[in-house]
C-alpha cells in the first residue's frame, strides 16, 4: 500500500552546540518521506521555490517518491533557522521565512487522491483540509501540528482534526491543545475533538499512545550522541505511517509495533544534521535497532 | 532475607494544588519503609524527638519493622515544609528544621548489622557512611541522595559512593553529580565513583538502568489524579530493595522486576497525601498494577 503526505520542503540554517548546518534539506513531508520510505512507496505533496538546490531534488528522486505534486514556483523556498542550547529538547526558531509557502495550493493527482493512507505534516491546517478534501475512498488520515496553530488558529485546527484518525503532536502541544496539565485528562480531551488515537511525543522519553481505553509507553534509546533533533518527530511519524501503510494492518497490536519503528527512525535521524543519517541507512540497522528498543523495553511478569 | 534502613523521619507540611497535609508523617526512611515491608521485614535506624506523634509510632508498629534503633531524643523532630505548583515534578522547599537530626548518631544492633541488604536515604552522606560502617559480613548496599549533598558536601558523597553498589538519584542530580548533561556519559562517569548499578529516576517519565553494558527503560503508568509526589522516590526505592531482599536475586534479570515493583509502588503513594496510599493497600494491587505496567511496556519483535 502506499500513502500520500502534504506538508513543507524547506531550506534549514541550523545551529547545536555540536556544529552549524547552512540550508540544508528540511521540512515537515521532507523528514517525513524521508524516513517513510524505508517502508513503503509515498506521493509527496509540497511546494519549492526557483532556488532549491538540484541536489536536494536528486534526493528526492533517489527514492520510491511520486514527484508529481512537489511544485516548483517562481520566488523563494521556505526557510527555517533554528537554534538548540544544551537542553536538545527545546528548538529556539531565530527566523522564517515562509516565501512559496504562502500561496501554496495542493494539488493531488488522480493516483495519490486513491492512497489509503494520507499524512498532514505540520503546516497551516488550511491546507491540510485541502489535502483531505482531494482525496478519496476512505483513506486513514495522521496529522501533526505545532503550538502556532493551536493558539493562534484554533477554528481553523479543530474543523481539520474532526477528519484525523491519528493525531500525533508533542507533550506541551497536547497540554495546550488540551488546556489541561495532566496527559490522560488531555488526551480524553483531544480524542472527542476527532482522532480516535493521540499518540504523544516526548523526545528523549519516548511516547504515549492513546486508543481506546488502552495505553502504550514507548521508550526512547538512551543516546550518548545527538547531533540535531531537527526532524526527530516527522522521522518518527514517517516511521509509524510508513510501517501502518506498508503493513495495512491498523490494530492495537501492530500500531505498538509502528510507534516502535517510529521511535527507530528518529532516534537514527538524530544522530547527523539534517537526515543525512538517512541517507545511507540499512534495513538490517532498523531491524537492529529495533531489537535494542525490545531488550531495553523487556521486563518478566510476576511469578 | 531482611534489610536495615538508614535515614529520616519527618513531619511534613506539603501544599500541593488539591491541598494541604500539616505535620504528615513523612521523611525518607519513613517512605522507604512504609513501601518495602510490603515485601519483607525491615529494621528503621533514624532519630525522632520528643514531640514525634504516638500515632505515626504506631503506624511503625503495625509493620514488620524492628524498631530497635529508631532513637527518641529530647528535642523536636526533623520538619520539612514543601509546595508543588501544577508542575508536579518540582518541589519547592518553603522551610526545613534539622532540629534532633542535628546530632543524629545511627547505632545498628547486632541483629541488624548482619542483614543481607542495607538501603542509605536522602540524608548527610557522613551519616550514610555511618550506617555502612556497622554492618558485618558484605551487604549489598543501596542509597539515595540530592542536590543539597552533590553541590555542598561533594567529598564526603564520594566517599560514601565507593561503599555503594546500587545508586537511585533523579535525573538532574545525575547531571549535577557526573557534571554533564548527557545522561548515557553520566551514567558511566558515575559507575565509576563507585556504584556498580545506576537507577536515573524520571519522575512521571519512568526510570532508566545502567548496569553493565545494559540499559533498562522502565515506564510510568500515566495518572490521571495526583494529589502529593512526596514521597515517591522513596517509595520506589522501597519497591525495588524491599524485592530484590526479599528474593536475594541480584541478577539483571531481577533486577528489572525490582524497578517495576518500585514504579508500582511509587504509582501508588502519590495517589494520596503522605504515605496514607499505603495504609490500605493490599497485595493484590500491587500484583494487579504489575500486570498493568505489563500491558503498558509490552510490544511484539519484529515478524
Not at 63 to 69: E, G, K, N, V, Y
Given at each position: 500500500m502506499s500513502l500520500t503526505v502534504v506538508g513543507t520542503v524547506a531550506l534549514d540554517t541550523v545551529e547545536t552546540p555540536f556544529g552549524k548546518l547552512e540550508e540544508g534539506l528540511g521540512g515537515s513531508a521532507t523528514h517525513f518521506a524521508a524516513s517513510a520510505t524505508f517502508f513503503c512507496p509515498l506521493a509527496l505533496v509540497a511546494v519549492v521555490g526557483a532556488d532549491f538546490p538540484e541536489a536536494h531534488l536528486d534526493f528526492f528522486r533517489s527514492?520510491?517518491?511520486?514527484?508529481?505534486?512537489l511544485e516548483r514556483h517562481p520566488g523563494k523556498t521556505f526557510r527555517w533557522k533554528g537554534r538548540y542550547e544544551h537542553d536538545l529538547n527545546v528548538a529556539h526558531t531565530l527566523d522564517t521565512q515562509l516565501n512559496v509557502l504562502l500561496d501554496f495550493n495542493p494539488r493531488l493527482t488522480p493516483a495519490m487522491r486513491k492512497n489509503p493512507f494520507l499524512f498532514l505534516g505540520n503546516i497551516d491546517p488550511a491546507i491540510q483540509l485541502k489535502g483531505i478534501e482531494q482525496m478519496e475512498g476512505k483513506p486513514f488520515i495522521a496529522a501533526d501540528t505545532m503550538n502556532y496553530w493551536i493558539s493562534g488558529h484554533r477554528e481553523s485546527l479543530l474543523k481539520t482534526l474532526k477528519r484525523v484518525h491519528l493525531l500525533l503532536i508533542n507533550e506541551a502541544e497536547a497540554r495546550l491543545l488540551a488546556d489541561t496539565p495532566n496527559l490522560v485528562k488531555a488526551s480524553r480531551i483531544i480524542r472527542e475533538m476527532g482522532p480516535k488515537t493521540l499518540v504523544i511525543k516526548r523526545g528523549e522519553y519516548g511516547a504515549l499512545v492513546f486508543h481506546g481505553d488502552e495505553v502504550f509507553s514507548a521508550p526512547a534509546l538512551p543516546l550518548e550522541e545527538i547531533l540535531d533533533p531537527t526532524g526527530a518527530g516527522d522521522s518518527f511519524a514517517g516511521g509509524v505511517l510508513g510501517y501502518l501503510a506498508k503493513t495495512g494492518d491498523l490494530s492495537f497490536r501492530n500500531l505498538k509495533k509502528a510507534v516502535i519503528y517510529g521511535s527507530v527512525m528518529a532516534s537514527f535521524i538524530?544522530?547527523?544534521?539534517?537526515?543525512?543519517?538517512?541517507?545511507?541507512?540499512?534495513h538490517a540497522e532498523i531491524e537492529g535497532r529495533y531489537r535494542q528498543f525490545c531488550e531495553l523495553a523487556h521486563f518478566e511478569m510476576p511469578a
Open positions: 527514492r520510491p517518491i511520486d514527484l508529481a505534486a538524530v544522530e547527523k544534521f539534517s537526515m543525512d543519517r538517512l541517507r545511507d541507512l540499512t
